[in-house]
């Protein structure tokens, strides 16, 4: 199982007109393993540069990205990533799309259909295996990538607003069988968003971050029995709590005069 | 459904024979030598189909485009794909490809006879040549313009080299490539005509040509039409496999 | 370099390298035990005696006649060293020379043989009356660019302003005259022939009357294969001499023969040979350095060749000289 540590991390960009931009500035962060953590802010604040810094798919330009004290080399299946766009490949089937997941860990063959169709099965989409992506349903989609990620059993789940682009109730409906799927092995999740209630919904421990540079600016612990009612009053009382911290960043924020 | 079919069908065959109508009626305006008609080209046709000659010379013609769209294929698939990935690689050999690519094959005929004699290996030379550019520079921007997502998704779950070539550059590329195909099958079978002037003797080209010298002017309308209606079935061809690939990896139209 | 982008560059030179070694092999497009000799020519009545290679038997080498559509093509094929040798205009084969292709002029193709052509309906009854009018030639490093100009300056006509001469592709020749986009035409042989049996063109006057046993096609040959294979080139000789001299003899028969390499219509072959008798001669094929002399002045003037060759080092009269001197076949 995977601990993340980030020491000092900071991450500069070049803007379109060529300007540095502190994108992450001295990030401390030590996320152990088994936990369910929401990176919230909103955008421009880093959050997805700081998932992409842990996923392996950049480096920092200072600090460093550690997983179980060993460097962040590069991109590696027990880290899996599930993006806002799906990241399916067209070409193949829901199936196809796993078993290409489960082929780039080499496993192939009979085996390897078998845990495919589990999975598939798990999110509930088994009927769907040998649908293409482009005829299935946006949330349907989701799943298939879901799927796609937990079939190599990761130990850490990166999770780009992978709701974002669904209607509401695709959206309550993925969450939940998101954190069932989650309870079952446990991985480290790591989870972007820009939505207070889904932060509160899903997470034990929120990052609120705001940008300019993008930084951490407030470490809350949810502690709600979980699955949460959204209309108790405990869930609202995060939820201000959340609400007040994502103010106060937002005005010690300069902002830019364009 | 049907009823879609039969118009589809019928106007297929109303506007050819509006064109032979039209061909008959201008051709009526000059000797037959100067311009044959529809019932001149049809005997010159039978002529040539009789005495065994068109059978040897479409045999030749197609011959020699497969070995040179063949060859195209098999040096401008992997080099697209080598350029298209390794930018550097791109910027070495970009100049010289944008310098060469406008070069008409025609104008490469003296190199031609100087580097491959003259008979079969100039015309394809030839050939391939103008299969070549199209191939490359379509493999090229698609394998550029594969959507990094893809790529992504790829590096994360560790996927080597030969399962990421299979499994995603070739079938994201693919729907780009294929048109670079196309259009090379056309360049190809349009410059066939072109490289059997080199010295072949025989060939569609050559039939077209060497009916020049007699004034054969049936002899080259056929000629023509054959090379029009074999490039019409050969990008048919090419069209039909594109749909089958496209089918078997869902990419619909 | 990464050691990925190492493969992917080696597999492409590969490629290429080997596709550069699958061209030489595709060279043969029959393949024959004999050693051959390839010979280049054109579908026209100048070259005629190439149907040596259906009368003749050859011990030394086989002839191997390789037909092409037009000049370009055939002088290029003769400049880079594809063929072993070809029929081809003096003109042509000086300017190559002049360039430095190891060419050497060995036998004459045939004297005479040309015609301008003008319009059946036209104006145009002597030479005079071309006066402003338009003529086709086939290129200025022609013979018949400098027949043209013979006959201009014996009827004191002046090239550049008392009419239009323009280059055209012989197979358009006809057809331009049909739609009386010139007036009249000069080039080999058979295309005056065709238009006039498309009765779209007459005579206006016969090459042998504008230069009497003028040279045109030349046979050249590689220095190359004469230094190589000298037995071989005598019985080649022999045999286009020999031919020469059946066409003469049976000019009909030779007509018909002609239809397997030339491919025109008998007809119009026989129309050639025989309408006059001495329209086109293959007699006297031996090359004399007089003729050349002539031709290369006549470039000269023309402005088309800048600089002159030693006439003497490019022609071989010995094989037809010593062809000549034998009985006949």
Same mark, same amino acid.
């Given at each position: ?258 | ?93 970009? $100049? ?5 690519? $406008? ?6 005929? $003296? ?143 | ?36 000799? +390839? ?55 000086? !300017?190559?020379?002049? *360039? ?25 009854? +002597? ?25 201009? =300056?014996? #009827? !004191? ?37 065709? =238009? ?50 059946? /066409? +003469? ?9 002609? *239809?397997?390499?030339?491919?025109? *219509? ?22 004399? /350095?007089?003729? #050349? ?6 470039? /000269? !003037? ?28």
């Amino acid at each position: 199982m995977m601990s993340i540590e980030l020491r000092d991390v900071s991450k500069r960009f070049r803007d379109a007109r060529g300007k540095e931009r502190g994108v992450l500035k001295d990030v401390n962060l030590v996320l152990p393993e088994r936990t369910f953590t929401c990176l919230l802010g909103p955008s421009g604040c880093g959050k997805t540069t700081l998932m992409n810094l842990v996923a392996g798919f950049d480096k920092p330009c200072a600090g460093s990205v550690a997983i179980n004290g060993v460097r962040v080399q590069g991109p590696d299946p027990s880290r899996s990533v599930i993006f806002q766009d799906y990241g399916l490949f067209p070409w193949r089937t829901a199936l196809g799309n796993v078993l290409f997941a489960l082929a780039a860990k080499g496993q192939h063959g009979k085996e390897a259909r078998a845990t495919a169709m589990h999975y598939l099965d798990l999110v509930g989409l088994g009927q769907a295996a040998h649908q293409h992506p482009q005829q299935l349903s946006g949330g349907m989609r989701q799943r298939v990538a879901l799927a796609r990620a937990l079939a190599v059993r990761p130990d850490m789940l990166l999770m780009d607003e992978p709701f974002a682009a669904l209607d509401t109730f695709t959206r309550f409906r993925l969450q939940d069988e998101l954190l069932r799927l989650w309870a079952e092995r446990r991985p480290t999740v790591i989870f972007v968003t820009h939505d207070i209630d889904e932060a509160v919904y899903l997470a034990e421990r929120v990052l609120v971050m705001a940008p300019d540079p993008g930084r951490i600016t407030h470490d809350m612990t949810i502690d709600l029995p979980r699955p949460c009612d959204r209309t108790h009053p405990l869930f609202l009382e995060a939820r201000g709590k959340i609400f007040q911290a994502l103010s106060l960043a937002q005005r010690d924020t300069v902002e830019y005069a364009i | 459904m049907k009823r879609a079919i039969a118009w589809r069908i019928g106007l297929g065959i109303v506007g050819p024979a509006l064109i032979v109508f039209l061909w008959w009626r201008v051709s009526r305006r000059y000797t037959p030598d100067q311009f044959p008609g529809p019932v001149e080209v049809v005997a010159a046709w039978r002529e040539i189909l009789a005495d065994g000659s068109l059978a040897t010379h479409v045999k030749i013609s197609l011959l020699r485009f497969s070995a040179a769209y063949l060859l195209a294929l098999v040096t401008a698939l992997p080099l697209g794909f080598s350029l298209g990935w390794w930018t550097r690689g791109l910027d070495l050999f970009d $100049p010289a490809i944008q310098i060469l690519r $406008p070069i008409s094959p025609i104008a490469w005929f $003296p190199l031609a006879v100087l580097w491959f004699g003259v008979g079969n290996a100039p015309a394809i030379f030839i050939i391939t040549l103008s299969a070549f550019f199209p191939i490359l520079l379509s493999t090229v921007s698609a394998v550029r313009a594969i959507p990094p997502a893809y790529l992504r998704v790829a590096a994360n779950f560790g996927a080597k080299r030969l399962l990421l070539l299979r499994a995603v550059l070739l079938p994201a590329a693919f729907p780009t490539i294929v048109v670079g195909l196309r259009i090379a099958t056309g360049a190809a079978w349009i410059h066939l005509v072109a490289g059997e002037m080199l010295g072949a003797q025989s060939g569609l080209g050559f039939l077209i040509v060497d009916s020049r010298n007699f004034l054969r002017t049936d002899l080259i309308v056929a000629g023509m039409l054959t090379v029009g209606i074999l490039g019409l079935v050969i990008d048919r061809l090419v069209a039909w496999a594109e749909r089958r690939v496209r089918f078997a990896w869902g990419l619909g139209q | 370099m990464k050691s990925h982008r190492r493969t992917h560059l080696a597999a492409c030179i590969a490629l290429t390298l080997a596709w550069l070694g699958i061209a030489p092999a595709l060279q043969a497009e029959s393949a024959t035990a004999k050693p051959t000799l +390839t010979i280049g020519y054109l579908p026209i009545t100048d070259h005629l005696t190439i149907i040596a290679k259906e009368r003749k038997t050859f011990t030394q080498s086989e002839l191997k006649p390789v037909k092409f559509g037009s000049w370009p093509e055939l002088a290029e094929a003769l400049k880079a060293g594809a063929v072993d040798g070809a029929f081809v205009l003096s003109p042509i084969a000086i !300017n190559l020379r002049q *360039k430095g292709a190891p060419l050497r002029a060995v036998l004459l193709g045939h004297r005479n043989g040309s015609v301008i052509t003008v319009r059946a309906d036209g104006d145009i009854h +002597t030479p005079a009356d071309l006066k402003g009018h338009t003529v086709a030639i086939p290129s200025r490093f022609s013979t018949h660019s400098i027949l043209l100009h013979r006959l201009l =300056a014996k #009827f !004191n006509l002046d090239p550049d302003k008392d009419l239009k001469i323009i280059e055209l592709a012989p197979p358009e020749m006809v057809n331009a005259l049909a739609t009386k986009r010139i007036d009249a035409f000069i080039v080999a042989e058979p295309f005056g022939a065709q =238009a006039e049996l498309q009765k779209v063109g007459r005579v206006l006057i016969l090459s042998k009357d504008i230069w009497p046993d003028h040279i045109c096609c030349v046979l050249n040959l590689q220095q190359k294969v004469i230094d190589e294979r000298p037995e071989a080139v005598q019985e080649l000789i022999s045999a286009l001499i020999a031919t020469g001299h059946e /066409i +003469t003899q049976d000019p009909r028969a030779a007509a018909k023969s002609s *239809k397997a390499l030339l491919g025109q *219509k008998p007809e119009v072959i026989e129309h050639v040979l025989t309408t006059p008798k001495d329209r086109v001669t293959y007699e006297k094929l031996v090359p004399e /350095i007089a003729d #050349f002399v002539a031709t290369q002045d006549a470039l /000269i !003037n023309l402005g088309v060749l800048k600089e002159r060759i030693d006439l003497k080092a490019y022609l071989d009269d010995h094989f037809a000289r010593k062809a000549g001197a034998g009985k006949l076949q």
